[in-house]
């Protein structure tokens, strides 16, 4: 007998007749013996319906009441698959986040869950009760309903299996598996059979949506066994895992891609210390994450480039920012592009082989494809190339790599 929580996301409670696959899923593994706890995203695309609701009654909302909102597309889906459960003879009951409750700090729009109260999740367990908690939403420090940022309720689930210490958390979507590249570009894509933390941490912030980062984050913490598979076909998925279940590790695992990025280059800006913290603080306070940086020294010496990059949604404010401050920067020109994308190679077995950086340089010059930023982590190197390439490049590197399927 194991325990397992069991995560469904949008496309799976779809409509009710996928909810209805979804119950039979569920029963076959309380069937199985098992203790089952389920966590349920909103059906597909409601939550965008919700957000552009609020967007549209108003242009800056209060975050509280966008999440009470928001938070109401899990609270369908959790009540009608605990119906679908009772209705083919499975004991089930939904929680709602501030009912168990889930305990979140005060950030309304992306809170972090503190602790969640197992009580009625681990008394269920001894019933033979599935308890299914929606996904999303907990309950913040002012009593109020709070979500976890887009894409949460993979967090949910994975710290709902950390807190009832759960053998398993699987999470099923719309993909089989973690894919060595988005298979919809690079069609010689392969599903992995493992993948360890540290790469699909690595894997979901550089831009693969398969799993929230956090809930990669908060697995990898709590070493909690996540296996991402789909609910449409009966076949195991990928498991995320400690390094060292993995046996047979590839010096690259996989190649992500993120759209999300833009770039920023401020032309002759003084050469003198001081500068960098004078552009990237204003940008800080701003709340404007940068990502990659790279400075070039001049001829002059006396002036210097300092290209770096935003979220595409943040360029407009970060050039904003940066003019502000122009009078004490004295730079001659900001150039924003927001034409640009980050293709990043990733692999544990990075850190004992050399060259790999170089490989992906060399297949990238191969192509003719000019590198503007780069930038690199124990496990991951990333580059910054013009968008119109991206295709070129994912396929160029899973090649390079060895990755394509036979
Ligand atoms: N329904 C929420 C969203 O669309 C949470 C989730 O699906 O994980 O972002
Ligand atoms: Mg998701």
Redesign the pocket.
């Known amino acids: 007998m194991a325990r397992i929580v069991m995560k469904f996301?949008?496309t799976s409670v779809a409509d009710v007749a996928r909810i209805k696959n979804v119950a039979r899923r569920v029963k076959r593994e309380v069937d199985s013996g098992h203790e089952v706890a389920v966590v349920v995203?909103?059906m597909a695309g409601v939550?965008n319906q919700l957000v552009a609701w609020v967007s549209e009654t108003c242009r800056l909302h209060d975050a509280r009441e966008y999440d009470t909102v928001v938070a109401s597309?899990?609270q369908v889906t959790s009540g009608l698959l605990a119906l679908a459960l009772q209705d083919i003879g499975v004991s089930a009951r939904s929680w709602l986040g501030w009912q168990l409750p889930v305990h979140t700090d005060g950030v309304h729009g992306k809170a972090r869950i503190k602790t969640i109260d197992t009580d009625e999740v681990i008394k269920r367990f001894a019933d033979q009760q599935v308890a299914i908690m929606a996904?999303?939403q907990g309950l913040g420090p002012d009593g109020r309903i709070t979500t976890l940022g887009?894409?949460?309720?993979?967090t949910s689930a994975v710290a709902l299996a950390a807190a009832v210490q759960a053998d398993r958390c699987d999470i099923f979507t719309d993909v089989d598996g973690v894919y060595t590249s988005d298979p919809r570009i690079v069609t010689k894509a392969r599903k992995l059979d493992k993948i360890t933390y540290e790469e699909m941490l690595e894997l979901a912030s550089q831009g693969a949506k398969v799993l929230q980062t956090r809930s990669v984050e908060l697995a990898m913490n709590h070493r909690v066994r996540v296996q991402v598979l789909s609910s449409f076909v009966d076949a195991p998925g990928t498991l995320v895992v400690d390094e060292d279940e993995i046996v047979e590790k590839e010096v690259v695992s996989g190649i992500a891609y993120s759209r999300d990025e833009a770039k920023i280059t401020l032309v002759r800006v003084p050469d003198r210390p001081g500068v960098a913290a004078a552009i990237f603080g204003p940008l800080a306070d701003a709340a404007i994450n940068v990502d990659m940086i790279v400075q070039n020294v001049s001829d002059d010496t006396k002036t210097t480039d300092l290209t770096f990059t935003v979220g595409k949604a943040d360029l407009a404010r970060a050039v904003h920012v940066i003019e502000e401050a122009r009078s004490q920067l004295n730079f001659k020109e900001v150039r924003p592009d927001p034409d640009v994308v980050k293709v990043s190679v990733i692999g544990v077995g990075m850190r004992s082989h050399a060259g790999v950086a170089q490989r992906m340089f060399s297949t990238l010059a191969s192509k003719n494809i000019n590198i503007q930023v780069i930038s690199t982590s124990e496990i991951k190197v990333s580059v910054l190339i013009a968008e119109e390439y991206l295709e070129l490049a994912l396929r160029a590197l899973h090649t390079a790599y060895g990755l394509d399927a036979a």
């Open positions: 996301g949008g995203s909103a939550t597309g899990e996904g999303f887009r894409g949460g309720s993979d």
